[in-house]
């Protein structure tokens, strides 16, 4: 690898899991890793192993399936915690676990409870006991941001001598500001004895809207891999965001004299199947994968990049991926026609999902005269939903009328018995959701209900996210369909059905040692 190469470590899966809200099942993750093996990117993290027997499952799929992408599962410095990231990693072509513990006077106050000297005994043991099971291990001070550099600096070292290869400093709180970062990166890189035995990282959250600022300036000194998130999901206010680190190194490589392995025609791709999976929309003017990133409104500015597209533009938007959208499908295709683009998205399909998946697009090309490559996407969720379907969509009928209150009346079947309600509510969702609950009665409360339309025009399906939560779980369901009434009963559904399967995931960073 060239000394100018970025490692682009991405933990959607993991940090992005993070963010309240935004859990996603095994299957929606698998097809996040191969979006993201199809940017090229180096390392994903894809969960966190000792969570919950779903987040197991989760990385060891990830782990088997991948092969162009090194898989890294998180764990504490704990003996438990890295033994189980092993067992999750143990297919993988290439595995890395990431083992960390808190480094800040506060952290391991507060929460460890532990003197320093204890802390840097533990790292130690959980940086050999992970190198014993796997070649590629990295090392986390957790709350580096605010660590007295002189601690930082003797439990790197120590870490490093234990068989750490990927030291990551990260800014757990987001408190760092760009040259202040820098700086300490730059000291450390030069104090630590051995640092030329490692490639040092970052992992930046965005509290102060610097986490790629920080990251790179990291970068300028001598920082090699950067953890980041497609479009910046994380906890709290996130991470770094994926498309604008790789972005600014790319944009700007006169100054950074850096690069990234990224194929960045593809993050458009990426950032819209997290967005569709998580529910958490992309603000249109987000750099690089908003609406408005490369809309100009001002007839100035339209008259310039008419003339010369340079005059207001400093990357082009084919080069993220903009306006790549392919008319994929019609009526009249065919299914091995249908299978073959669904195998360039980097979805398999066979037997009876294809049979399944196939009869929905027909259905849907009824309907919708052109089929976009989004339209695929959302109609693989909404038909290959690993989720038993205790709760199953027969029928839906809903009047709504200016001036009249709207009814909905719904037909499930429920646990193989088929029952029908009728509701009244304030507009047609609200009565369709109502007339769902009462037949189920779950008691949970809605958090959030967002609709997104997949492609252009007013023949396009609505993409809707119910977010859904009771005794503390959350859980998203998804729905897509041209009525968009139509698509929220099935998002609303989908959600119910994921809470009956719950399981319980421990924090990270919520636990001690
Ligand atoms: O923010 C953080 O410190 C983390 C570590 C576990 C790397 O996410
Ligand atoms: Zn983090």
Redesign the pocket.
């Known amino acids: 690898m060239s000394q100018n190469q970025v490692i682009i470590f991405d933990?959607t899966l993991?940090?992005g899991e993070?963010s309240p809200g935004a859990s996603m099942t095994k299957d929606e993750k698998l097809r996040i890793a191969r979006a993201l093996e199809k940017l090229r990117v180096d390392v994903i993290e894809a969960g966190f192993a000792i969570a919950s027997p779903g987040d197991f499952e989760a990385v060891k799929l990830i782990a088997d399936t991948i092969q162009d992408s090194i898989i890294c599962s998180?764990s504490r410095a704990v003996d438990a915690d890295i033994d189980r990231a092993a067992e999750a990693l143990a297919g993988a072509n290439a595995g890395r676990i990431?083992t960390?513990i808190a480094t800040s006077a506060i952290h391991m106050q507060h929460k460890l409870r532990l003197p320093p000297d204890q802390v840097v005994e533990q790292a130690v043991r959980a940086v050999k006991r992970a190198r014993n099971l796997c070649a590629d291990v990295e090392f986390?001070c957790?709350?580096?941001g605010r660590s007295e550099i002189d601690f930082l600096c003797r439990i790197i070292e120590a870490a490093i001598d234990a068989g750490a290869r990927t030291i990551?400093i990260?800014?757990?709180v987001g408190y760092a500001i760009p040259h202040q970062f820098a700086d300490t990166i730059g000291q450390i890189i030069q104090r630590v004895p051995n640092a030329d035995k490692a490639i040092f990282s970052v992992?930046c959250?965005n509290d102060l809207g610097l986490a790629v600022a920080n990251s790179l300036a990291a970068v300028t000194a001598g920082a090699r891999q950067v953890?980041c998130t497609i479009n910046g999901l994380g906890?709290r206010a996130g991470?770094a965001a994926l498309e604008e680190i790789v972005m600014a190194i790319k944009t700007r490589k006169d100054l950074l004299d850096v690069h990234t392995r990224i194929e960045t025609e593809n993050i458009l791709a990426a950032s819209r199947l997290v967005s569709g999976i998580t529910g958490f929309p992309v603000q249109p003017n987000k750099a690089i994968v908003g609406a408005n990133a490369f809309a100009h409104e001002s007839g100035i500015h339209q008259d310039g990049v008419i003339k010369h597209r340079e005059t207001y533009e400093i990357m082009s938007a084919q080069s993220v991926g903009w306006h790549t959208n392919k008319l994929s499908l019609g009526k009249l295709s065919g299914r091995n026609a249908f299978r073959s683009r669904l195998e360039e998205l980097g979805i398999e399909l066979s037997g009876e999902a294809l049979n399944a998946a196939f009869a929905r697009f027909k259905q849907l090309a009824d309907r919708k005269h052109e089929i976009f490559d989004e339209d695929l996407q959302a109609l693989v969720t909404d038909t290959l939903t690993e989720v038993e379907e205790h709760i199953r969509l027969i029928h839906l009928e809903v009047t709504s009328c200016m001036g009249q209150v709207p009814v909905a009346s719904v037909q499930l079947n429920v646990d193989g018995k088929e029952q029908t309600a009728r509701a009244e509510g304030s507009g047609p969702v609200d009565a369709t959701f109502k007339a769902i609950e009462q037949l189920i009665g779950s008691a949970a409360s809605l958090q959030l209900y967002s609709v997104n339309a997949i492609t252009q025009g007013t023949d396009s399906q609505g993409e809707v996210t119910v977010r859904l939560e009771k005794a503390g779980r959350i859980v998203n369901g998804n729905g897509a369909d041209t009525d968009i009434v139509v698509a929220s009963a099935k998002a609303y559904i989908n959600a119910l059905n994921l809470m009956r399967e719950g399981a319980y995931r421990a924090h990270?960073?919520t636990a001690g040692v």
Do not use: C, G
């Open positions: 933990t993991r940090d993070q998180l990431h960390f986390s957790e709350d580096a990551n990260p800014d757990t992992h959250h953890e906890e991470n990270p960073q």
